[in-house]
């Protein structure tokens, strides 16, 4: 080498330059299109393609932009730190469009980290949407995020994480915002309890869709718990088939699926809708409820499982003996699950809601406030006051359910109603009201916040 000119030492390290190219272009060529790539992606395809692992494109990343030319010099990190920047400048001058547009590139260019799947989903339908006044344009950026989250569930197909977060948008965002009585006919214009209501008042307000529903997320037609429900199995499935989820304890988790029917069959009756329908639902929703969801078994931690129905003594020692562990234990640990999730109450609830009694007191209070919204007020007093009745006789059969903050606010609201209609009437006030001591008992916590939603939505009568 020593005898070789430069010029020719030079020639040399070129040629073995392209030598050495050679292999690592056969080596660690991509694969693209119909094109299986070189050696390691061959050797990778059957694993990438069962994970939905294979990446062969750079995004759609602006090409003009520093961004792209960062990706092209292997620099990925820092072109998704800088797309970042370009982010949050973007939301804080409220370019929603240019924050779609970037949105989309940080995730192709990271596909496989969850964490901006869920974090950007969930900005879209919590934060973006409060951003804008007309509920229409609320209701799309809702969407956009659950969509957005379920375009990451195409590259990362086994990931119990994202479609929990779908169900999480779909059940809770649409069904407990203080718009959720319009997301709910915007979502399901078909649901039996908007037969009565005008088409115009119903429907997905896109154009696109024509009043009828977003087939991207309901192709089924379905109620918006009953939608969530399904990616909430989806999620399970995916974590019993061992895909892991580190969102929260598994109990917690699991949940999911089995509280959506109630959660649902909660609102119906909330949206006027009663009868022989809605208590099979809820008889449906009792035996999932102990039947699926009760029969799990849990870790404890501790070195044995357990399962939050266990309806007598002798079940708790079955459990206890096979594990070879104290009654006491299982006891305490079974009692500590069920607090969490607050199993007894739903378990009671929907067995307490499957009654006519129950269903009829519901009807009446119900009814009750349309009459109070239509001010006939005396035909409002004596449903409202029969209502409440017929609900004294329920918390009395069951009286798990008066510690409860959903049945206790139900029976405020009736009273707090009829109070307002003996104002109006200048009646004097009255204490022998059903369930009165019940408003004594919360006069200080839950009556001034229920006072509050009472001016919001009636302007202080």
Not at 429 to 438: C, R, S, V
Request: one cysteine or more.
């Amino acid at each position: 080498m020593n005898r070789l000119s430069s010029r020719q030492r030079k020639l040399v390290y070129f040629v073995a330059i392209l030598l050495l190219l050679i292999p690592i272009f056969v080596l660690g060529r991509p694969a693209s299109g119909n094109s299986g790539g070189g050696v390691l992606a061959e050797l990778r395809r059957p694993q990438g393609q069962e994970l939905g692992l294979s990446e062969h494109n750079l995004g759609r990343v602006d090409p003009t932009s520093a961004a792209m030319n960062l990706v092209l010099l292997g620099m990925r990190g820092v072109a998704v730190n800088l797309l970042w920047m370009d982010y949050i400048k973007q939301q804080e001058t409220k370019n929603w469009a240019q924050v779609r547009s970037t949105t989309e590139s940080i995730t192709m260019l990271q596909p496989h980290y969850l964490q901006i799947w869920r974090y950007h989903g969930w900005n879209m339908a919590y934060n973006v949407a409060a951003e804008w006044d007309d509920v229409r344009d609320r209701y799309y950026w809702i969407k956009e995020g659950a969509k957005f989250i379920s375009d990451g569930t195409d590259h990362n197909r086994f990931s119990p994480e994202l479609n929990y977060e779908i169900g999480r948008i779909l059940g809770q965002k649409m069904g407990i915002a203080d718009e959720w009585r319009v997301y709910r006919k915007f979502f399901n214009p078909d649901g039996r309890q908007y037969e009565d209501v005008p088409e115009n008042e119903k429907g997905d307000p896109d154009p696109r869709y024509r009043g009828g529903v977003d087939p991207e997320l309901n192709p089924d037609r379905l109620d918006n718990y009953l939608a969530a429900q399904r990616y909430y199995q989806i999620a399970n499935d995916l974590e019993g088939q061992g895909f892991q989820q580190h969102l929260m304890m598994r109990h917690i988790f699991r949940q999911y699926p089995y509280r959506c029917r109630l959660d649902n069959n909660g609102v119906l009756n909330k949206e006027g809708f009663f009868g022989d329908f809605v208590i099979g639902e809820w008889a449906q929703a009792e035996k999932d409820w102990i039947d699926g969801y009760g029969q799990e078994r849990f870790d404890t931690g501790e070195g044995f499982q357990v399962n939050l129905e266990l309806p007598s003594e002798a079940h708790y020692a079955e459990l206890a003996r096979s594990q070879g562990v104290e009654v006491g234990q299982v006891r305490r640990m079974v009692r500590s699950f069920q607090n969490v999730v607050n199993y007894r109450y739903w378990r009671t609830r929907s067995l307490s809601e499957s009654e006519p009694t129950t269903a009829a007191a519901h009807k009446l209070l119900f009814e009750g406030e349309e009459l109070f919204k239509r001010n006939e007020l005396t035909k409002a007093r004596t449903m409202l006051v029969e209502g409440l009745d017929g609900l004294d006789e329920v918390l009395s059969k069951y009286e798990d359910l008066i510690t409860e903050d959903l049945t206790v606010e139900e029976a405020l609201w009736g009273l707090m109603l009829i109070k307002k209609i003996d104002e109006l009437l200048e009646k004097p006030p009255t204490d022998d009201l059903p369930l009165t001591g019940l408003w004594n008992r919360h006069l200080n916590d839950k009556v001034p916040t229920l006072q509050f939603n009472f001016n919001r939505r009636f302007g202080g009568l």
